[in-house]
């Protein structure tokens, strides 16, 4: 199981948190992808890749997400949800609740559908620690009363524990 | 190769139905209750391990044939009872598929084709509109990937290292799209060209019928000297090699 990235959008099109397991982008915690091979990578293999930062990669999964959703409830009709899509890279997971607030997840492929678990961060993680927190904001511009300590520890061991690597 | 499915247990001399992976197969199955077990005559209970037979059946390579094979169920004993072979005269199938796009190279839909009804009604300008939408969404799932592959490593994949050098390393775009009513699988070819299937969620064996539906382009469009690429893809042929292979098997 690895995990690349995991993000949480609200309604306005803001990414109000991130967050990354991918030893290149960032040396945030553990979790290293088996062939890690940065150092290849950024020998000018990709410039283009290397030379995006980690905001344009959040409005690019933004924007894909958002046209993705909206291809889907074309062709299927309003009440069909778009689920996840899989390359033969990665697989994207998606969630979003009915107050338009989009989880995404990046995975490798052979994961199955995380929905669920995206769904319980939701529900027990920032509902709980973020959403009835008295001293967060209402909106979380810019990120704001999002990324505490609470919400960040609760996310790290439901990570561990559901998801085990 | 053969499948031994765990609890599929046919009903002696009445009608059953066998779920096979890839199809549903119904066929009457009229089994003689006094089959000889090879071995029956060392079984203290020949009759109750004749009773538990298990049935283990594979399709054979052109489709048309299967090889049902029974088993006792002992796990002591797993000699073969009896072999049957059935070709798919009684067969039913439960291959939902729900629509066929072919997006050019630049994005423009060049066919499209409805095979079942179950999802929405587009208009030709909104067709347009998604498979255009789409050509760009699948260039950003190209550029999110968090992984690029390396040469080394794709290179056990025997699949993908018959193409020329660029394209092993180069990340696919997005594959399979899943949601809760449909499963659209996507499959580029190395020229650009977009085969967007439209099956049910949970449908087997999709890559093959891509595979197949490549072929059938191959053969009918792409060698027929009337046809200008880029172009909206009018082949009589190529209509009438998908009905025989999308609808035979729906």
Redesign the interface.
């Known amino acids: 199981m690895v995990l690349y990235s995991f993000y949480i959008f609200d309604r306005h099109t803001e990414c109000i948190y991130s967050r990354r397991w991918t030893p290149p982008r960032e040396s945030s915690s553990g979790k290293a992808r088996p062939e890690s091979g940065g150092s290849i990578t950024s020998n000018g293999d990709q410039p283009a890749h290397a030379a995006r930062n980690h905001s344009d990669d959040e409005k690019l999964i933004f924007g894909l997400v958002f046209s993705l959703r909206n291809m889907v409830h074309k062709l299927g009709g309003e009440d069909d949800t778009f689920l996840s899509y899989r390359t033969g890279e990665y697989k994207l997971h998606y969630y979003e609740t009915p107050t338009r607030m989009k989880f995404v997840m990046l995975t490798d492929t052979k994961q199955n559908n995380l929905r669920p678990y995206l769904h319980q961060i939701w529900a027990n993680l920032y509902v709980e620690f973020v959403v009835k927190n008295p001293l967060a904001p209402v909106e979380h511009p810019g990120g704001i009363g999002v990324a505490n300590e609470m919400f960040e520890r609760g996310l790290e061991t439901f990570i561990v524990a559901v998801l085990p690597a | 190769m053969y499948m031994r499915p765990r609890d599929w247990q046919p009903t002696l001399g009445s009608p059953c139905a066998i779920p096979i992976p890839i199809l549903t197969l119904n066929l009457t199955l009229n089994l003689n209750l006094n089959l000889p077990h090879p071995r029956a005559a060392w079984q203290t209970t020949p009759i109750d391990c004749l009773l538990q037979l298990h049935l283990a059946c594979l399709q054979s390579l052109i489709g048309t044939c299967y090889f049902l094979l029974l088993h006792c169920a002992s796990p002591a004993c797993c000699c073969p009872v009896g072999l049957w072979t059935t070709t798919t005269t009684t067969t039913t199938t439960t291959m939902v598929v729900f629509a066929l796009f072919i997006i050019s190279k630049s994005g423009g839909l060049i066919y499209n084709r409805e095979f079942h009804t179950g999802?929405?009604k587009?208009s030709s300008n909104?067709l347009l509109m998604?498979a255009g939408?789409?050509h760009?969404?699948h260039a950003?799932?190209?550029?999110?990937?968090?992984?690029?592959?390396?040469a080394s490593?794709s290179s056990s994949n025997t699949s993908t290292s018959l193409a020329p050098a660029p394209w092993v390393?180069r990340?696919?775009?997005?594959?399979?799209?899943?949601?809760?009513?449909?499963r659209m699988q996507c499959f580029q070819t190395l020229t650009g060209v977009k085969f967007l299937l439209?099956t049910e969620p949970q449908q087997p064996n999709i890559d093959s019928m891509i595979k197949k539906i490549y072929e059938l382009y191959a053969d009918f469009v792409m060698k027929n000297p009337f046809y200008t690429v880029e172009m909206p893809i009018r082949c009589e042929k190529f209509d009438r090699g998908l009905d025989g292979f999308v609808k035979v098997r729906s």
């Open positions: 999802m929405n587009l909104d998604v939408s789409f760009g969404m950003i799932t190209k550029q999110l990937c968090p992984n690029p592959p390396q490593a390393t990340p696919t775009g997005l594959e399979v799209l899943e949601t809760s009513q449909f439209f």
